[in-house]
């Protein structure tokens, strides 16, 4: 199964087009992906950071859209304010810090919006709309990622390996929303709404850059959601992509 489509295209140009509402023109660029391309969209938020509910909420309107996988990383560093986040793992704030260093940024910010592991981006409806148009639309001749028969394995096609190498994981997340009330801290009393969050990251193994086929865990559920990544080791470029 390959992953992908147009978010808002004519025929199977990549472009910038308006976004028709119910009761008015929406002007902002939207999105456009080709038939060929996947966009990775990660999300780092809190439920204890004020500005996030915001931006969870800019993200969320992706989750549907064909070509572009989102995924929700909680982070743990937000709960020295009184709220600890029910969702949040270290190896989340891991991975985010490991974003950090490969895209020389000073620090981590939350909420935090990082594009096929290349950039990152304000988490606001037109800017975010215009990278993940462009990203769509970059030539890299990525690696062909395919679920096989049954949904227990993947395929990995050829391509070319990045200096340092790459690998390829499983994230395995929950699809749709989730709405946890706060307790405590900057957000007390407030419903968060945070969708397709990450329960845990498999790695499957390394990549070559020959076509290679790898095992799923095992006890996945029949409602778990799964994105596999090929992802370069050395700079975090997301290679290539696919959801189950």
Known sequence: MRIGGVIAAAGA????????????????????VSSTETVVVELFTAQGCAGCPEANGVVERLADEAGVILLTWPVDYWDWLGWKD???KPAFTARQRDYVSA??????ATPQVIV??????AAAAGPLDAVVAEEAARRDWPPEVEFREGADRVGVGSGRVPEGGAEVVAVIFTPGVQSVRVGAGDNRGKTVRQINVVRS?????AWTGRPE????????GAGDGVAVLVQSRADRRILGAARR
């Open 13 to 32: 140009a990549l472009v910038l087009g308006g976004a028709q509402t119910s009761a008015q023109t929406d002007a902002r660029p939207r999105a456009a």
């Open 103 to 108: 895209l020389r940024l000073r620090a981590p």
């Open 201 to 205: 990251v498999v790695p499957l193994g």
């Open 86 to 88: 029910t969702l949040a």
């Open 116 to 121: 096929d592991g290349r950039r990152t981006v």
């Open 213 to 220: 086929v790898y095992a799923l865990p095992e006890d996945l």
